[in-house]
C-alpha cells in the first residue's frame, strides 16, 4: 500500500471528527513509520488546514519523524531523577552501540526506580551497565 492509499484509509476513520490532527499523525506514524512529507498535503486538504500548518505540528513534536528509522530506537530518559539515579553513567553505553539509535526524552513516568528507557511502547528500567548491554543486545537482535 502507497502513503496516498494508506493516508487515505486513515483519513477516513477520521472523517468528521473534530480536533483530529494529532490522531491522523499517529495513526500515520504508527502505519509507516514515520509521517512522509508527502502526507501532509493530503492530511491539510482532508481537515481545512493550510500545509504549513500540518508541517508546523509534525515538526513540533518530537515523536514525528520525517523518516522511518535506520537503526531500532531506545528512548533514553534524561529527567532529573533518572539523572539522580545515574543515567549519565549509562547513556555511553547505549550511544556507543552502532547497532541502536539513542533518542532522549525527558520523563517516562518511572522516576523512583529509574533510570528508564523505552523501547516501542514498552518502558524498561536500566539500572547499571549490564542493564544497558542486554537491553541493547535484545534490541539490536
Known amino acids: 500500500m502507497d502513503v496516498e492509499e494508506s493516508v487515505g484509509e486513515i483519513l477516513r476513520r ?6 483530529a490532527l494529532l490522531p491522523i499523525l499517529n495513526d500515520v506514524q ?15 486538504a482532508a481537515l481545512n488546514l493550510s ?3 500540518v508541517h508546523g505540528v509534525v515538526t ?3 515523536d514525528y519523524k520525517a523518516a522511518p528509522a535506520t537503526r531500532p530506537v531506545i528512548k533514553l530518559c534524561r529527567a532529573e531523577a ?21 533518542e532522549t526524552v525527558y520523563c517516562l513516568g518511572l522516576c523512583a526506580i529509574g533510570p528508564s528507557a523505552m523501547v516501542g511502547d514498552q518502558v524498561h528500567v536500566v539500572r547499571d551497565a549490564d542493564e544497558a548491554r542486554r537491553l541493547a543486545d535484545r534490541v539490536a537482535a
Not at 14 to 19: D, L, V, W
Not at 30 to 44: D, E, M, Q, R, S
Not at 85 to 102: F, S
Open 30 to 44: 504508527a502505519a509507516l513509520g514515520h509521517v512522509p512529507t508527502a502526507a501532509v498535503p493530503l492530511i491539510a
Open 51 to 53: 500545509r504549513a500548518e
Open 82 to 102: 533518572c539523572q539522580a539515579r545515574g543515567v549519565e553513567a549509562i547513556a555511553p553505553i547505549l550511544e556507543g552501540d552502532d547497532r541502536i539509535q539513542v
Open 60 to 62: 513540533f513534536y518530537h
Open 14 to 19: 477520521h472523517e468528521g471528527r473534530g480536533g
